[in-house]
């Protein structure tokens, strides 16, 4: 059986910082873990449904707020901020963004860690428990390497019409406690100045058969001081 339910405040105290810890620094066994995901959702056609998240928190929410993303046309984006959980249960919210949680037993349970309304979704349908099967499988081989603390899963969906040589690239207002994400064209993103914090994956043919091609999904980008934030205004666009 499939169990969904909200974050609370203790779900994000439990994530490292970006900018605080290391979480963004992966190592060998972080990169087999990926690796081992990318091979199984290939190997399930789930590849195209869910991308794999590397957890992480900017700043947390108050009690009885959720993470709810949304549209903006000017700049092409969208925005992440805590809303009142009270203000938003009529919305139809549905999680796109999801770690595994540990307290369900039977099945697989996840937290929903960022949601947004059902009407931004496009033709991508909400987690349902047709899911149930393919997320098991996630949480399995997670838990067998001891990473269900470290990655977690989100829904693949393009609300932006990213191109193929566009990642999203991310960075945090912390004054107005926001997220932000606008499209910006791979090349023109350097390494040195972002981490990638989403993957996906895609089946290349070959003479031995299916192979995984991993693919960035979602960059972190830093500030000159290797923040991964703007303070003091509103970010509007790719630094």
Same mark, same amino acid.
């Given at each position: 059986?499939?169990?969904?339910?909200?974050?609370?405040?203790?779900?994000?105290?439990?994530?490292?910082?970006?900018?605080?810890?290391?979480?963004?620094?992966?190592?060998?066994? #972080?990169? =087999?873990? /990926?690796?081992?995901?990318? &091979?199984? !959702?290939?190997?399930?056609?789930?590849?195209? %449904? *869910? +991308?794999?998240?590397?957890?992480?928190?900017?700043?947390?929410?108050?009690?009885?707020?959720?993470?709810?993303?949304?549209?903006?046309?000017?700049?092409?984006?969208?925005?992440?901020?805590?809303?009142?959980?009270?203000?938003?249960?009529?919305?139809?919210?549905?999680?796109?963004?999801?770690?595994?949680?540990?307290?369900?037993?039977?099945?697989?349970?996840?937290?929903?860690?960022?949601?947004?309304?059902?009407?931004?979704?496009?033709?991508?349908?909400?987690?349902?428990?047709? #899911?149930? =099967?393919? /997320?098991?499988?996630?949480? &399995?081989? !997670?838990?067998?390497?001891?990473?269900?603390? %470290? *990655? +977690?899963?989100?829904?693949?969906?393009?609300?932006?019409?990213?191109?193929?040589?566009?990642?999203?690239?991310?960075?945090?207002?912390?004054?107005?406690?926001?997220?932000?994400?606008?499209?910006?064209?791979?090349?023109?993103?350097?390494?040195?100045?972002?981490?990638?914090?989403?993957?996906?994956?895609?089946?290349?043919?070959?003479?031995?058969?299916?192979?995984?091609?991993?693919?960035?999904?979602?960059?972190?980008?830093?500030?000159?001081?290797?923040?991964?934030?703007?303070?003091?205004?509103?970010?509007?666009?790719?630094?």
């Amino acid at each position: 059986m499939l169990t969904v339910r909200d974050h609370n405040v203790e779900d994000y105290a439990a994530l490292r910082d970006m900018d605080a810890t290391d979480v963004a620094v992966l190592d060998g066994a #972080d990169r =087999a873990c /990926l690796d081992e995901l990318g &091979q199984y !959702l290939v190997s399930t056609d789930a590849c195209q %449904r *869910f +991308g794999i998240w590397l957890l992480h928190k900017h700043f947390e929410p108050a009690a009885g707020e959720v993470f709810v993303e949304g549209v903006v046309t000017a700049p092409r984006g969208t925005v992440t901020t805590p809303f009142s959980r009270s203000a938003c249960s009529a919305q139809g919210l549905s999680p796109t963004s999801m770690r595994f949680d540990s307290n369900v037993s039977a099945g697989v349970g996840v937290i929903g860690m960022e949601f947004a309304d059902a009407a931004e979704f496009g033709s991508t349908s909400p987690v349902s428990t047709d #899911d149930e =099967a393919v /997320l098991i499988g996630i949480a &399995q081989r !997670l838990r067998a390497r001891g990473k269900t603390e %470290r *990655f +977690g899963v989100r829904l693949i969906r393009d609300p932006l019409g990213l191109l193929d040589n566009e990642v999203l690239l991310e960075t945090c207002d912390i004054a107005h406690r926001a997220v932000r994400c606008s499209g910006a064209e791979r090349h023109s993103v350097h390494a040195e100045n972002s981490v990638e914090t989403t993957w996906q994956w895609k089946p290349s043919l070959s003479r031995s058969g299916r192979r995984p091609i991993q693919k960035c999904m979602q960059m972190c980008s830093q500030d000159p001081y290797g923040n991964h934030y703007i303070s003091g205004h509103v970010y509007t666009g790719i630094r």
